[in-house]
């Protein structure tokens, strides 16, 4: 085949060594999947040589040998793509819609492999084509095949040349297994409801009794449903199909004909319901208690109940400075300059004040107070390491109150400067100046 405009390379290398940018686009947008990194080791095989390997395997493969080797083309009939569209998993794709008709791939031409059924029946051809986009609906893709006839077909009727045929052989004979298996459920139901039900009794007084009972059991369905004969039958035609069912279940076990023709109950397993549990309680993964509570204990200062209730006075009072203000912005008269900067300065040292003084004073004699029990005590070890522990945990919270207070505050200041004055200034002279 022609590669970057050679015609019959000599080698692989030689093939990948003609690839031109235009060829490299193209690889990138349509080329198989490979678990390979784009550097690799010095004796290892290079992604390009490997990718260029696996599409020419993947070129090589005949779908419909593939597919006759799988047994599906010795089935009595052959369903179209539309039928074993409804049966598709996909679940198989490697690739989303969006990759496959990716507008760059598309340039180029994203080749595919066609099914084309024989108008007399049998088993398709696959035939070369050439997607021409896609129904991101209905998965559905336009594709033109030779002389530029157009088609739209099924995703199941249809594999790229970048894809696995191994895995899509899979997929066909996945959706003719998940068709043959429904044909047989049809079937089962329709003998089961074409079965007689003149000679099956119908439910006794009492039982119709006792269903009504349930079914009426409010004044609004007891208005609505006045008439309860059709209820009736209707729960007496459900009765007698299901005794038929039940007698078609052990009639089907002896006679090997039918069970043939009927879907094997293993290839649809129902649901088997969770046990009821001994206890009423949360199941829990078996766990080291001790050696979590060590790891705990060892990495945290919350251990004692005198650290508990000393960090959160101190998150109280750091809660208290943080609805500080710095600035004054409360004025119920204009100002001067000089009054305006005085009037900034004293609420600043008032802050500064409280917080040097009064606040660490009184954050030093409660901690005192609530630890004089425990510090006064026996001193070991294990008491130090946790209160460092709790005093720098402490002096974060400290910290991040100050900077919330600096931060608030200055926000709040840049707002009353936004709302009382103007950007724009004009001034004509010294003594006339508009805003």
């Not at 002279?429 to 805003?435: A, G, P």
Request: charged share 25%.
């Amino acid at each position: 085949s022609a590669v970057g405009g050679k015609e019959n390379p000599a080698s692989l290398e030689e093939a990948l060594s003609y690839i031109e940018p235009e060829a490299e686009v193209q690889l990138s947008a349509c080329e198989p999947k490979v678990f390979v990194p784009f550097v690799v080791k010095k004796d290892e095989v290079p992604r390009k040589v490997q990718i260029e390997r696996k599409k020419r395997h993947f070129a090589a493969q005949d779908i419909g040998n593939l597919l006759a080797a799988e047994g599906i083309n010795s089935f009595a009939s052959q369903p179209s793509g539309e039928e074993l569209a409804i049966f598709d998993d996909y679940d198989f794709d490697t690739r989303t819609q969006e990759e496959w008709v990716a507008p760059e791939a598309l340039k180029l031409g994203v080749g595919v492999k066609v099914a084309r059924y024989p108008p007399g029946g049998g088993p398709p051809t696959w035939v070369p084509a050439t997607v021409l986009g896609c129904d991101p609906e209905t998965n559905h893709y336009n594709v033109s095949i030779d002389h530029g006839q157009t088609l739209i077909v099924p995703r199941i009727d249809m594999c790229f040349n970048a894809e696995d045929p191994f895995r899509f052989v899979k997929r066909r004979c996945d959706a003719h297994k998940r068709r043959l298996a429904t044909e047989k459920i049809f079937l089962y139901n329709l003998y089961v409801l074409s079965m007689p039900t003149d000679d099956i009794p119908s439910l006794t007084a009492d039982r119709i009794h006792r269903v009504l009972g349930f079914a009426l059991n409010t004044k609004r369905l007891q208005d609505m449903l006045q008439r309860t004969s059709p209820l009736i039958q209707e729960i007496n035609v459900d009765y007698a199909t299901t005794m038929n069912k039940v007698v078609f279940d052990r009639s089907m076990i002896q006679p090997k004909a039918a069970q043939k023709m009927l879907v094997d109950p293993d290839d649809f397993p129902l649901p088997k319901k969770p046990p009821v549990p001994e206890q009423a309680c949360v199941p829990m993964p078996r766990y080291d208690f001790s050696d979590l509570y060590g790891e705990f204990h060892v990495s945290t200062c919350l251990t004692r109940g005198e650290i508990i209730a000393g960090n959160a006075h101190l998150r109280g009072e750091c809660n208290k400075v943080v609805k500080l203000e710095l600035f004054n912005i409360t004025f119920e008269t204009s100002a001067t300059l000089e009054q305006f900067v005085s009037t900034q300065t004293l609420a600043i040292d008032q802050i500064a004040g409280f917080l040097k003084e009064r606040w660490l004073a009184k954050l030093k004699d409660d901690l005192a107070n609530n630890f004089r029990g425990w510090i006064g005590g026996a001193r070991n070890m294990e008491n130090e390491s946790t209160l460092r522990k709790f005093q720098k945990m402490g002096q974060f919270m400290m910290e991040d109150s100050l900077r919330f207070l600096v931060s608030s505050s200055l926000e709040q200041f840049c707002d009353f400067m936004h709302t009382h004055c103007s950007p724009v200034v004009k001034a004509e002279s010294l003594h006339k100046v508009e805003q």
